[in-house]
């Protein structure tokens, strides 16, 4: 089984701050690497999925890179509205992982 | 519009067992692999069952081996997931979900609790 590290577990940032989030996998997911969004009381929201193509209605603002091992998705300026948890989930081997969050809360 | 809707969830003992539905409308249900997601209170995202589009080939995680059945009625547009013999550590949200589009249901709450 594949796992998937996220790091930080928490960040602390403000509003206009840049993010940084990074998920790190035991072995080669190739770029099969998908990012959601979670906000309390609600299901995840599909952000970016093969490493680095937005979903459909994702602002520009949230971007993937990495492939292999090491992702990173990035928030270029935290809008209100994105303070929530973020996974990373691998479909490059079955059984399908996510990794363990990182939560991203208003300083 | 892509709509995942499941039902089912509830307070159960430790031994019981409950069947979970998710109702599939917006896209070609038999097309696709579902899947079926929990995240225990306060913790993360687990995949606990998976099934194909045709329903020849499914996943069980080792938590849920030998006491989930995940099953599909395409007739039905209709996902489902037979629990069995709960036990207090399967409190959770389930979610239907579709990853090849990123369609989630809104979550069913199960609490196995006495």
Known sequence: EIVLTQSPATLSLSPGERATLS??????????????????????????????????GIPARFSGSGSGT????????????????????????????FGGGTKVEIK | EVQLLESGGGLVQPG???????????????????????QAPGKGLELVSAISGSGGSTYYADSVKGRFTISRDSSKNTLYLQMNTLRAEDT???YCANFDWGYWGQGTLVTVSS
């Open chain 1, 70 to 97: 090491d992702f990173t998705l990035t928030i270029s300026s935290l809008e209100p509205e994105d303070f929530a948890v973020y996974y990373c989930q691998q479909r490059s081997n079955w059984p399908i992982t």
């Open chain 1, 23 to 56: 998920c790190r996998a035991s072995q080669s997911v190739s770029n099969y690497l998908a990012w959601y969004q979670q906000k309390p009381g609600q299901a995840p929201r599909l952000l970016i999925y093969d490493a680095s193509t937005r979903a459909t």
């Open chain 2, 16 to 38: 019981g067992s409950l069947r979970l539905s998710c109702a599939a409308s917006g896209f070609t249900f038999s097309n696709f692999a579902m899947n079926w997601v929990r």
């Open chain 2, 92 to 94: 959770a949200v389930y």
